[in-house]
């Protein structure tokens, strides 16, 4: 069983940047993909981005593609998410995920653990 803790969530000014992290336990990390992905009340979970296990393979969705970086650390088992030029439609609460298939997917049916999510407030 794999465990996910979100973490450096918080409110934050428009055009402000904002780092992410997940740190995973219980699991064999460098085998997973992970994937964020964020919520807002009353939307459905929303696919952000992706990372395999290389490290070099990345997806991302594509409003978010040049301001977001999901990055990860292997040693450290935790998965990051670079957020850069925030703005208030970016506020939602932040979700990683994990996936034992080995794709890269922004399906969120894929991704069999989940974190609890951390809160990014973005005021303009």
């Known amino acids: 069983q794999v465990q996910l803790v979100e973490s450096g969530g918080g409110l934050v000014q428009a055009g402000d940047s904002l780092r992410l992290s997940c740190a995973a336990s219980g699991g064999t990390f460098s085998s997973y993909v992970m994937g964020w992905f964020r919520q807002t009340p009353g939307q459905e979970r929303e696919f952000v981005a992706t990372i395999g296990w290389s490290r070099t393979s990345t997806l991302y969705a594509d409003s978010m593609k040049g301001r977001f970086t999901i990055s990860r650390d292997n040693a450290k088992n935790t998965v990051y998410l670079e957020m850069n030029s925030l703005k208030p439609e970016d506020t939602a609460v932040y979700y990683c995920?994990?996936?034992?298939?080995?794709?890269?997917?922004?399906?969120?049916?894929?991704?069999?653990?989940w974190g609890q999510g951390t809160q990014v407030t973005v005021s303009s």
């Open positions: 995920a994990a996936s034992r298939r080995g794709v890269l997917t922004r399906y969120q049916t894929l991704y069999e653990y």
